[in-house]
């Protein structure tokens, strides 16, 4: 069975641009969750679905991150403006109902110049 | 204060030895706990469920202690392949899967 997919795996992109993250969770995976980690801050959740609806976007930095879940077989991340300090690791992992256990996509390493 | 504390290490141990991780959390309603793995440029993955009994899993036994709100994990026999980053994770009550992670140790096992 495939896991998590992400895409890209590595994006380098000029302050101001805006970057997609893409992510597709496991098939009939009920939550999806997006995280960030870096050196400074480790893993950090920035936002959680539960039937393509969010729940928690709490740990969402700023207006300048938003988060999207069309369908059950998608989610995308955008960031715009990306700025140097958005430089990071960010994972998408999925988890079945009544399951405390994530599984994690590869990650899409980011970096803002 | 972060929710969830770890000794970063290094730690640097032979093969063959057995080594100890400690992990303390702050919130006295988690109720979910924790060890995952990551190896360098990886993704994290589950390595065990931590139960207020305690837990075996091969080489691996986890420990919670509620009152101290702690957590250990304790690796016999360290394999080189074991060298990795160990992640102790909570979910507090009505967390509603909502893990939170510790900064991780590194565990660097050499021959």
């Known amino acids: 069975d495939a896991g998590v997919i992400q895409s890209p795996r590595h994006e380098v992109t000029e302050m101001g641009q805006e970057v997609t993250l893409r992510c597709k969770p496991i098939?009939?995976?009920?939550?999806l969750f997006w995280y960030r980690q870096t050196m400074m801050r480790g893993l950090e959740l920035l936002i959680y679905f539960n039937n393509n609806v969010p729940i928690d976007d709490s740990g969402m930095p700023e207006d300048r991150f938003s988060a999207k879940m069309p369908n059950a077989s998608f989610s995308t991340l955008k960031i715009q403006p990306s700025e140097p300090r958005d430089s990071a690791v960010y994972f998408c992992a999925s988890s079945p109902g009544g399951s405390e256990t994530q599984y994690f996509g590869p990650g899409t390493r980011l970096l803002v110049l | 204060r972060k929710e969830v504390e770890q000794d970063p290490g290094p730690f640097n141990v032979p093969e063959g030895a057995t080594v100890a991780f400690n992990c303390t959390y702050s919130n006295s309603a988690s109720q979910s706990f924790f060890w995952y793995r990551q190896d360098c440029r990886k993704e994290p993955k589950l390595l065990m469920s931590?139960?207020?009994s305690g837990n075996e899993d091969g080489r691996f036994t986890a420990q919670l202690n509620r009152a101290s709100q702690y957590i250990s994990l304790l690796i016999r026999d360290s394999k080189l392949s074991d060298s990795a980053t160990y992640l102790c994770?909570?979910?507090?009550?009505?967390?509603?899967?909502?893990?939170?992670f510790g900064a991780g140790t590194r565990l660097a096992v050499h021959p």
């Open positions: 931590v139960y207020s």
């Open positions: 994770v909570v979910i507090h009550s009505g967390g509603y899967n909502k893990l939170i």
């Open positions: 098939s009939g995976h009920d939550y």
